[in-house]
């Protein structure tokens, strides 16, 4: 498949509002490309690479290229150029990438460009979400929608199932099953305002406690035991305590959903940043488990003795989990049949949080495992942070962002009466709110040097954000977690923005 062919249904695919055009377009682009199209097509589509980040900084990329006249790239050339950028290493490794991004940039046409910068930036965000390509998919090859995506959940792969159906037809999706030792995508929540909102949805739920670590799903078949993370990366090497648990349980064949924590001396959970240090530690794991040790928290189970669980009801596969894992490896939980145990319920989410953990999430009892989709019976409650945050300066978007400014730079007070820099966001902007700051920002700006426009901090904006996590990156230490916009505050000075101090005294377990 050419990649113009590409680039043109990621840009119809960005200006179509209606879902059901979406996935035609992408109905009508599946049925054009090849099965060995498929593992480079879904991931570009979804503005990613798979390969993963090249490194490739703007410098490199803010470099003028004339583009070709005529369309000759295909996909499968562009993704071996991307491979071969993703080598280089070592002396002389700039100008090398610079030079591989300008053959690549020239063999392009002036969309082809655009597609391709929009790729190495991570600036691909047309609304082409595994979701959609999922129905376009089964559209494409007369397969049933409900179908795929349970060959999707079950192969933990869109690109494995899609590459199958083109080459095979609808009868390949009987080879996608539930297996021990092959992980599969987990199952994720929808968000509540409160817990009653969750109970009024679901009706009869278990509310459990909803815990900041890594999400983890346990494969043992005998004395083998494999353990992947809710990417489905294989970090068993790096975590021997959940292998040492695993074999600790009665079973011999199952697989097991959880998360794996650390506490501290007093039994408070250790913040995100340290358990993911630990979960990416690689090389000294004996030093590593010394000083963070881990422990799994158990909340699902998918497979017992061979025996396919994902259509069962939760509270159904709850008793197979409590009669195989003990209470002290399984999550705290509540039990709510209606408004009537309202309090019980806010009063367990109250403990939950005086015990460290972040919130609760609501599940029904009659729900089946929706392995890789955000389910609409689980729904997590947590307390949302919010910041009266300046901005700094802004990037310059791209796709359909091209020509606004997009991605914020964020600072909170100092106490030398700076502003100290804790992250960006481009997250939670509507089409108005980017003209809008587009034209603001204009008006506050001091330089512009084609990237990045830096603003007089004038603006006050409220940002809602999950977490706090060390970072060597920013002047304070720290920076924020999945931070969002949740609207302007021209009604403040930026004398009444938050500081780094307030900042830092409402979350004590980091320490930057």
Known sequence: MLLTRLAHVSQEVAAASARSRKIALLAELFRDADADDVPIVIPYLAGRLPQ?????????????????????????????????????????????????????????????????????????????????????LAEATGAPAGDVRRAVMLAGSLQTVAQALLAEGPAALGAFRLTVGRPVLPMLAHTAASVAEAVGKLGPCAVEEKLDGIRVQVHRDGDTVRVHTRTLDDITDRLPELTAAALELKGERFILDGEVIALDEDGRPRSFQEIAGRVGSRVDVATAAAAVPVSPVFFDVLNVDGQDLLDLPFDARHAELARLVPEPMRVRRALVQGPDDLAAAEGFLADTLARGHEGVVCKALDAPYSAGRRGASWLKVKPV?????????????????????????????????????LGKTFKGMTDAMLTWQTERLGKLAVEDNGHVVTVRPELVVEIAYDGLQKSTRYPAGVTLRFARVVRYREDKTPAEADSVETLLAAHPEVKP
Request: negative net charge; aromatic residues 4%.
């Open 52 to 136: 993963g980040r090249l490194g490739i900084g703007w410098k490199v990329l803010s470099h003028r290229v004339t583009p070709a006249a005529e369309p000759t790239l295909t996909v499968r050339e562009v993704d071996a150029r991307f491979t071969e950028l993703g080598s280089v290493s070592g002396t002389g490794s700039q100008a090398e990438r610079a030079r591989l991004v300008g053959e690549l940039m020239a063999a392009a046409t002036e969309s082809e460009q655009r597609f391709l910068f929009g790729l190495l930036t991570g600036e691909v965000r047309q609304g082409a979400l595994d979701a959609v390509a999922v129905e376009g």
């Open 385 to 421: 942070h919010t910041l009266d945050l300046v901005v700094l300066a802004a990037e310059w978007g791209h796709g359909r962002r091209t020509g606004k400014l997009s991605n914020l730079h964020l600072g909170a007070r100092d106490e030398d009466g700076s502003f100290a820099m």
